[in-house]
Protein backbone atom coordinates (compact mmCIF):
# COMPACT_ATOMS: atom_id res chain seq x y z
CA UNK A 1 0.00 0.00 0.00
CA UNK A 2 2.91 2.40 0.59
CA UNK A 3 4.67 1.78 -2.52
CA UNK A 4 1.11 2.77 -4.36
CA UNK A 5 0.69 5.78 -2.34
CA UNK A 6 4.20 6.48 -3.59
CA UNK A 7 3.66 6.39 -6.51
CA UNK A 8 0.20 8.27 -6.54
CA UNK A 9 1.94 11.10 -4.68
CA UNK A 10 4.50 11.04 -7.78
CA UNK A 11 1.90 11.13 -10.11
CA UNK A 12 0.35 14.45 -8.99
CA UNK A 13 3.39 16.18 -8.47
CA UNK A 14 4.00 15.48 -12.05
CA UNK A 15 0.71 17.30 -12.77
CA UNK A 16 1.47 19.95 -10.76
CA UNK A 17 4.94 20.64 -12.43
CA UNK A 18 2.81 20.15 -15.93
CA UNK A 19 0.37 22.72 -14.93
CA UNK A 20 2.84 25.18 -13.44
CA UNK A 21 5.23 24.55 -16.73
CA UNK A 22 1.86 25.56 -18.64
CA UNK A 23 1.48 28.81 -16.45
CA UNK A 24 5.00 30.08 -16.66
CA UNK A 25 5.20 29.55 -20.46
CA UNK A 26 6.11 32.86 -22.31
CA UNK A 27 6.53 31.48 -25.75
CA UNK A 28 3.85 31.39 -28.62
CA UNK A 29 1.43 28.63 -28.17
CA UNK A 30 -0.53 27.00 -31.21
CA UNK A 31 -4.04 25.05 -30.91
CA UNK A 32 -5.30 22.28 -33.12
CA UNK A 33 -7.78 18.85 -32.14
CA UNK A 34 -7.03 15.61 -33.61
CA UNK A 35 -8.27 11.93 -33.37
CA UNK A 36 -6.37 9.14 -32.80
CA UNK A 37 -7.14 5.48 -33.10
CA UNK A 38 -5.08 2.74 -31.98
CA UNK A 39 -4.64 -1.01 -31.74
CA UNK A 40 -2.38 -3.05 -29.30
CA UNK A 41 -1.81 -6.94 -29.40
CA UNK A 42 0.51 -8.29 -26.50
CA UNK A 43 1.05 -12.77 -27.13
CA UNK A 44 2.03 -14.44 -24.42
CA UNK A 45 3.96 -17.52 -26.20
CA UNK A 46 5.71 -18.86 -23.38
CA UNK A 47 5.63 -17.99 -19.37
CA UNK A 48 8.27 -15.70 -19.81
CA UNK A 49 8.49 -14.79 -23.21
CA UNK A 50 5.97 -13.04 -25.81
CA UNK A 51 5.50 -10.53 -28.29
CA UNK A 52 4.18 -6.72 -28.76
CA UNK A 53 2.29 -5.00 -32.17
CA UNK A 54 0.69 -2.11 -31.83
CA UNK A 55 -0.38 0.80 -34.34
CA UNK A 56 -1.80 3.94 -34.43
CA UNK A 57 -3.29 6.32 -36.88
CA UNK A 58 -3.41 10.12 -36.38
CA UNK A 59 -5.51 12.76 -38.31
CA UNK A 60 -4.47 16.56 -38.96
CA UNK A 61 -6.37 19.53 -37.81
CA UNK A 62 -9.77 19.44 -36.67
CA UNK A 63 -10.72 15.83 -35.07
CA UNK A 64 -12.00 13.83 -38.31
CA UNK A 65 -10.18 15.29 -41.13
CA UNK A 66 -7.40 13.82 -43.16
CA UNK A 67 -4.27 11.55 -41.67
CA UNK A 68 -1.16 13.57 -40.25
CA UNK A 69 0.55 9.88 -39.05
CA UNK A 70 1.02 6.61 -38.68
CA UNK A 71 2.99 4.58 -36.37
CA UNK A 72 3.81 0.40 -35.90
CA UNK A 73 5.68 -0.89 -33.91
CA UNK A 74 7.07 -4.60 -33.24
CA UNK A 75 8.76 -6.40 -30.58
CA UNK A 76 9.96 -8.97 -28.35
CA UNK A 77 8.70 -9.35 -24.16
CA UNK A 78 10.30 -10.90 -21.18
CA UNK A 79 7.90 -11.42 -18.44
CA UNK A 80 9.35 -11.31 -15.06
CA UNK A 81 8.20 -13.42 -12.21
CA UNK A 82 6.55 -10.59 -10.91
CA UNK A 83 4.72 -9.51 -13.61
CA UNK A 84 6.50 -7.11 -14.49
CA UNK A 85 7.77 -6.73 -18.31
CA UNK A 86 10.83 -5.57 -20.27
CA UNK A 87 10.07 -4.80 -24.07
CA UNK A 88 12.51 -4.18 -27.16
CA UNK A 89 11.39 -4.14 -30.88
CA UNK A 90 11.69 -1.85 -33.56
CA UNK A 91 9.11 0.77 -34.79
CA UNK A 92 8.01 2.98 -37.85
CA UNK A 93 6.32 6.52 -38.03
CA UNK A 94 5.25 7.83 -41.63
CA UNK A 95 4.80 11.60 -41.55
CA UNK A 96 1.74 11.85 -44.43
CA UNK A 97 2.00 15.35 -46.19
CA UNK A 98 2.00 18.88 -44.32
CA UNK A 99 3.45 21.82 -44.20
CA UNK A 100 7.27 21.84 -45.27
CA UNK A 101 6.97 18.62 -47.16
CA UNK A 102 3.52 19.23 -48.85
CA UNK A 103 3.74 16.77 -51.38
CA UNK A 104 5.71 14.18 -49.98
CA UNK A 105 5.66 11.80 -46.61
CA UNK A 106 8.48 11.62 -44.33
CA UNK A 107 10.01 8.21 -42.93
CA UNK A 108 11.27 7.82 -39.47
CA UNK A 109 12.29 4.64 -37.97
CA UNK A 110 12.95 3.97 -34.32
CA UNK A 111 14.28 1.64 -31.82
CA UNK A 112 12.36 1.04 -28.79
CA UNK A 113 13.07 -0.22 -25.13
CA UNK A 114 10.45 -0.25 -22.39
CA UNK A 115 10.36 -1.40 -18.95
CA UNK A 116 6.76 -1.66 -17.28
CA UNK A 117 5.88 -2.16 -13.73
CA UNK A 118 2.57 -2.69 -12.49
CA UNK A 119 0.84 -2.10 -8.79
CA UNK A 120 -2.72 -4.05 -9.19
CA UNK A 121 -5.26 -4.80 -6.49
CA UNK A 122 -8.91 -5.56 -6.77
CA UNK A 123 -9.90 -2.11 -6.38
CA UNK A 124 -7.47 -0.14 -8.86
CA UNK A 125 -4.83 -0.47 -11.33
CA UNK A 126 -1.63 1.06 -11.46
CA UNK A 127 0.63 0.69 -14.14
CA UNK A 128 4.33 2.51 -15.11
CA UNK A 129 6.21 2.68 -17.78
CA UNK A 130 9.89 3.83 -18.69
CA UNK A 131 10.58 3.78 -22.32
CA UNK A 132 13.78 5.27 -24.42
CA UNK A 133 13.41 5.36 -27.99
CA UNK A 134 16.53 5.67 -30.84
CA UNK A 135 14.69 7.81 -33.92
CA UNK A 136 15.98 8.31 -37.56
CA UNK A 137 14.07 10.71 -38.95
CA UNK A 138 14.40 12.31 -42.93
CA UNK A 139 16.29 15.13 -43.56
CA UNK A 140 13.55 17.26 -45.96
CA UNK A 141 15.12 19.25 -48.71
CA UNK A 142 11.97 20.65 -50.20
CA UNK A 143 8.27 20.10 -50.69
CA UNK A 144 8.73 17.09 -52.83
CA UNK A 145 12.08 15.78 -51.94
CA UNK A 146 13.92 14.58 -49.23
CA UNK A 147 17.49 15.01 -48.81
CA UNK A 148 18.68 11.00 -48.46
CA UNK A 149 20.25 11.61 -45.22
CA UNK A 150 18.68 11.11 -41.47
CA UNK A 151 19.07 12.89 -38.76
CA UNK A 152 19.48 11.06 -34.97
CA UNK A 153 18.35 12.21 -31.91
CA UNK A 154 17.06 10.28 -28.82
CA UNK A 155 13.85 10.08 -26.50
CA UNK A 156 13.01 9.39 -22.64
CA UNK A 157 9.42 8.64 -21.81
CA UNK A 158 7.85 7.91 -18.46
CA UNK A 159 4.11 7.25 -18.24
CA UNK A 160 2.19 6.45 -15.50
CA UNK A 161 -1.60 5.39 -15.70
CA UNK A 162 -4.45 4.14 -13.30
CA UNK A 163 -7.78 2.99 -13.64
CA UNK A 164 -10.70 3.17 -11.03
CA UNK A 165 -13.40 0.38 -11.67
CA UNK A 166 -17.09 2.02 -11.23
CA UNK A 167 -18.70 -0.63 -11.12
CA UNK A 168 -19.21 -2.97 -7.64
CA UNK A 169 -18.07 -5.92 -9.80
CA UNK A 170 -14.54 -4.50 -9.50
CA UNK A 171 -12.83 -5.19 -13.07
CA UNK A 172 -14.92 -7.78 -14.53
CA UNK A 173 -15.76 -8.15 -18.00
CA UNK A 174 -18.55 -5.82 -19.69
CA UNK A 175 -17.89 -3.26 -16.84
CA UNK A 176 -16.54 0.70 -17.01
CA UNK A 177 -13.27 2.15 -15.82
CA UNK A 178 -12.19 5.37 -14.91
CA UNK A 179 -8.93 6.03 -16.79
CA UNK A 180 -6.53 8.51 -15.74
CA UNK A 181 -2.80 8.50 -17.51
CA UNK A 182 0.11 11.56 -17.75
CA UNK A 183 3.42 10.57 -19.83
CA UNK A 184 6.13 13.36 -19.74
CA UNK A 185 8.76 13.50 -23.18
CA UNK A 186 11.86 14.52 -23.27
CA UNK A 187 14.64 14.58 -25.77
CA UNK A 188 18.21 15.01 -26.53
CA UNK A 189 20.73 14.82 -28.75
CA UNK A 190 23.35 16.57 -30.71
CA UNK A 191 20.65 18.81 -32.79
CA UNK A 192 18.39 19.48 -29.85
CA UNK A 193 21.12 21.10 -27.48
CA UNK A 194 18.82 23.77 -26.46
CA UNK A 195 16.44 22.16 -24.67
CA UNK A 196 15.25 18.29 -23.23
CA UNK A 197 11.46 19.10 -22.84
CA UNK A 198 9.54 17.64 -25.73
CA UNK A 199 6.05 17.13 -24.73
CA UNK A 200 3.34 16.36 -21.81
CA UNK A 201 0.28 13.91 -22.60
CA UNK A 202 -2.55 14.21 -20.30
CA UNK A 203 -5.08 11.44 -20.59
CA UNK A 204 -8.72 11.37 -18.99
CA UNK A 205 -11.08 8.93 -20.18
CA UNK A 206 -12.44 5.48 -19.52
CA UNK A 207 -11.69 1.80 -19.84
CA UNK A 208 -14.52 -0.74 -20.88
CA UNK A 209 -13.30 -4.25 -20.04
CA UNK A 210 -14.70 -6.44 -23.58
CA UNK A 211 -13.70 -9.63 -21.21
CA UNK A 212 -10.93 -10.98 -18.97
CA UNK A 213 -8.00 -9.35 -20.88
CA UNK A 214 -9.32 -7.11 -23.81
CA UNK A 215 -10.00 -3.88 -23.44
CA UNK A 216 -11.14 -0.65 -24.90
CA UNK A 217 -9.37 2.52 -23.84
CA UNK A 218 -11.28 5.74 -25.04
CA UNK A 219 -10.80 9.84 -23.46
CA UNK A 220 -9.52 12.84 -24.06
CA UNK A 221 -5.76 13.46 -24.05
CA UNK A 222 -4.22 16.76 -23.92
CA UNK A 223 -0.79 17.17 -25.16
CA UNK A 224 1.03 20.20 -24.69
CA UNK A 225 4.53 20.19 -27.03
CA UNK A 226 7.54 21.85 -27.95
CA UNK A 227 9.08 22.53 -31.03
CA UNK A 228 12.57 21.43 -32.04
CA UNK A 229 13.84 24.64 -32.26
CA UNK A 230 11.94 25.57 -28.77
CA UNK A 231 10.96 28.60 -29.68
CA UNK A 232 7.15 27.27 -29.78
CA UNK A 233 4.00 25.66 -28.26
CA UNK A 234 1.56 23.12 -30.00
CA UNK A 235 -1.49 22.47 -27.61
CA UNK A 236 -3.63 19.19 -29.15
CA UNK A 237 -6.98 18.49 -28.05
CA UNK A 238 -7.41 15.28 -28.78
CA UNK A 239 -10.14 12.21 -28.80
CA UNK A 240 -8.33 9.13 -28.13
CA UNK A 241 -9.40 5.61 -28.65
CA UNK A 242 -7.09 2.62 -28.34
CA UNK A 243 -8.53 -1.27 -28.55
CA UNK A 244 -6.08 -3.45 -26.47
CA UNK A 245 -5.63 -7.15 -26.79
CA UNK A 246 -4.28 -9.71 -24.88
CA UNK A 247 -3.92 -13.19 -25.66
CA UNK A 248 -2.24 -16.55 -23.67
CA UNK A 249 -2.80 -14.60 -20.51
Known amino acids: MKRQQYILRIFCILLALVFITGLKAQKPVQYEQQTWV ?43 KNKNRFTAGYGFT ?87 GDEVYLYYGPTLSNHVFDQNRLFLGFSYAVNKHDNLVFGYLNIMQQNQAGTQYKNSSIFKATMFMNFGF
Open 94 to 180: DFFPGDNHKQIAIPEHFLWQQFQFFMNTSKHKLMNWVRVEEKWKADVLNDSTTTGSFTNYYKLRYNVFYQLPLSRDGFAAKTLSLAL
Open 38 to 80: GYNINYKLHPRWGAWLDGEVHTKDHFFNEYSQFTLRFAGTYFL
